[in-house]
C-alpha cells in the first residue's frame, strides 16, 4: 500500500541528503539497517549524499566494538556514506553552543527538580489520573516567582515547548500527523552532566549536516513533534519525515533477539550473502510492483521514496532463504569458493587445494540456502561425518552390505571420474541384482552422512578415493 502522502516528495531545487544515525549499544539491528538501506537508496537515487552518524550520547551503553561491528555490517552490506562517521560525543562543544542561544533566548531554562522531586509529581500525577508530563514548575514566566535555586543541584536544561497550538507534518510513510502542544512537555534538552538528549542532539545535527529527509523506525514517530518544536526554535528549515513501520518475527512480535537473529553480522556469520540481505530487506516496507528479485542498481533506479507500507513488515526466514538461494546460484567462482572457505574456518576446517573445494561446491549449491548449508556439505567431505542411527538402521541392511563391499573394491582401481565411478555403480548393481534406489542410499548415508544427495557418481567424485573407501567400509 501506497502512502498518502500529498506534497511532492522533493522540494523544487532542494538538494537530497540522508542520513543514518545508529546508536553504538549493540550490532547493527536488522530494522536500522533496512532504514539505512531505504535512506541510501533514497540518497543515491537522487543523486545526494548519505551521512553516517554514530549517536554515541548513551556514553555508559555505548562501545568501542559496537562502533566496528556497524562499520563493518555498513560496509558487508555495501551502504556507502559520503560523510562521516561523525560522532555525536565529539559535537559537545557545538550542542553546548547551540543550547547557550536557546537559553539566551528564552527558548530553554534550567531545571533544577531533582529526580526524586519529579518522580513525586509524576506520582501525584497517576493518582489523579493525568498524563505524566513535566509540569512546568522551573519554566520563567512572566510574572512567576521561581523556587529558590537549590544548593548542590545540577540543573538540566529543558525546552520551553510552545503551550498551545499543534504540531503538524506530512510523513511520507504515514501521511499528515498532528499533535497538540498541550500533550507534550518541555523535554530535557541537555543533562545535568552536561551531555545533551538524543532530541536535541538529532536536531543539531540534522540542521547542520542539512539533513533533507530524515528515514527512520516509527518507534521515533513521539519524538518528532518535539524535535519540529526545536527546528522552528532554532529557525532551521524542516526535513521531511518518513517513519518506517517496524518489523515484526514471524510470531507477529516485535523482531527481537529473543526469537531469532537481528543483527546484520549473526546473518553474514551464517552465510548469507550481502546482495541478497539488501534485495530482501528492500522488500520489508517497500514494493516495486511484483518484483521479488533485483539488484541494487534496480533499488536505486526505483527507490524515489513513495511506495514505502504504512503496515508492519513480516520477518520471513522462508523467503530470506529462498532469495538468498537465488543469489546463491548466481554466484561467481571467486566469491563462491571465498564464501565456502570462510564457513569451513568457523567450524575449523581448513579447506585443501581451491580448485577441488570450487567443484564440490557446484556439486552443492543448488541444494543449499546458505552458506551454512554449503558448508554442511563440504565439511563430509574435508572433515568427518556421522551418519544418525535410524539412516543407517534405514538403509545400510543387510542386502546391501555385500553390494557395498564390491563397490568399495571396484572403487580402489577406476580412474577417479564422475564416468569411471557411475560405471563401477553400475557393475555392482548388475553383479547383485540391486537397483539404484537400493544401493544408493546405502552410500549417502555412508559417505555423506545423510540419505539424499545429488547425483551420486557427482558426489563421489568430489571426494578422496580413500576417504570413499575408508566410509564405505564402515558398514
Ligand atoms: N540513534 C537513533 C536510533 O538508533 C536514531 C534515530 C533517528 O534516526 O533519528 O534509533
Redo the contacts with the bound molecule.
Keep these: 500500500m501506497s502512502a498518502p502522502h500529498a506534497a511532492p516528495i522533493i522540494a523544487a531545487g532542494q538538494r537530497v541528503r540522508t542520513r543514518i544515525?545508529?546508536?553504538p549499544t549493540g550490532f547493527l539491528h536488522l530494522g536500522?539497517a533496512r532504514t539505512a538501506l531505504f535512506s541510501w537508496a533514497f540518497a543515491r537515487h537522487h543523486r545526494g549524499e548519505f551521512v553516517l552518524r554514530i549517536?554515541d550520547t548513551d556514553v555508559a551503553r555505548s562501545s568501542e566494538a559496537s562502533v566496528e561491528q556497524i562499520l563493518a555490517s555498513m560496509r558487508w552490506l555495501g551502504l556507502d556514506h559520503d560523510e562521516g562517521p561523525i560522532f555525536q560525543m565529539q559535537r559537545l562543544e557545538r550542542y553546548t553552543a547551540v543550547a547557550a542561544r536557546l537559553l539566551a533566548d528564552n527558548k530553554a531554562y534550567y531545571c533544577y527538580a531533582t529526580p526524586a522531586e519529579l518522580e513525586t509529581m509524576r506520582e501525584g500525577q497517576r493518582a489523579r489520573g493525568e498524563k505524566a508530563l513535566y509540569d512546568g514548575r522551573w519554566r520563567p514566566e512572566p510574572g512567576k516567582a521561581l523556587p529558590p535555586i537549590p544548593e548542590g543541584v545540577s540543573p538540566v536544561i529543558r525546552f520551553r515547548n510552545p503551550a498551545a497550538g499543534v504540531v503538524n507534518w506530512d510523513d511520507l510513510v504515514k501521511g499528515p500527523i498532528t499533535i497538540a502542544n498541550h500533550e507534550i512537555d518541555d523535554l530535557v534538552i541537555v543533562r545535568a552532566d552536561g551531555v545533551p538528549t538524543?532530541n536535541f542532539a538529532?536536531v543539531v545535527d540534522d540542521v547542520d549536516m542539512r539533513i533533507s529527509h530524515?528515514f527512520?523506525?516509527d518507534e521515533?514517530v513521539n519524538n518528532t513533534p518535539w524535535q519540529i518544536n526545536i527546528f522552528a526554535a532554532l529557525g532551521a528549515p524542516l526535513p521531511a519525515f518518513a517513519h518506517v513501520p517496524i518489523i515484526l518475527g514471524d510470531d507477529g512480535h516485535k523482531l527481537s533477539k529473543r526469537r531469532g537473529a537481528v543483527s546484520v553480522t549473526a546473518y553474514e556469520d551464517m552465510g548469507y550473502l550481502p546482495e541478497a540481505m539488501l534485495n530482501y530487506l528492500a522488500r520489508l516496507g517497500w514494493s516495486h510492483g511484483d518484483d521479488e528479485i533485483f539488484s541494487r542498481e534496480q533499488m536505486v533506479a526505483w527507490f524515489d521514496g513513495s511506495h514505502l507500507s504504512k503496515s508492519p513488515a513480516q520477518w520471513d526466514p522462508v523467503k530470506l532463504d529462498w532469495v538468498n538461494a537465488h543469489y546463491l546460484r548466481a554466484l561467481d567462482a571467486r566469491r563462491l569458493l571465498a564464501l565456502a572457505t570462510a564457513q569451513l574456518a568457523r567450524r575449523g576446517i581448513v579447506a585443501p587445494a581451491t580448485d577441488a573445494v570450487l567443484r564440490a561446491c557446484v556439486v552443492f549449491k543448488d541444494r543449499c540456502s546458505t552458506g551454512a548449508e554449503l558448508a554442511d556439505w563440504l565439511g563430509a567431505i574435508y572433515g568427518d561425518v556421522a551418519p544418525g542411527a535410524e539412516d543407517l538402521a534405514l538403509h545400510v541392511t543387510d542386502a546391501v552390505r555385500p553390494a557395498l563391499a564390491t563397490l568399495r573394491d571396484k572403487l580402489a582401481t577406476v580412474p577417479w571420474d564422475k564416468a569411471s565411478i557411475a560405471a563401477a555403480i553400475k557393475e555392482t548393481l548388475v553383479a547383485h541384482g540391486l537397483k539404484m534406489p537400493q544401493l544408493a542410499p546405502a552410500v549417502r548415508v555412508l559417505v555423506c552422512g545423510r540419505a539424499q544427495t545429488p547425483s551420486l557418481d557427482a558426489v563421489l567424485e568430489v571426494f578422496e578415493r580413500e576417504t570413499v573407501r575408508a566410509r564405505l567400509a564402515r558398514r
Design positions: 544515525a545508529p546508536s536500522t549517536e538524543y538529532v530524515v527512520r523506525g521515533h
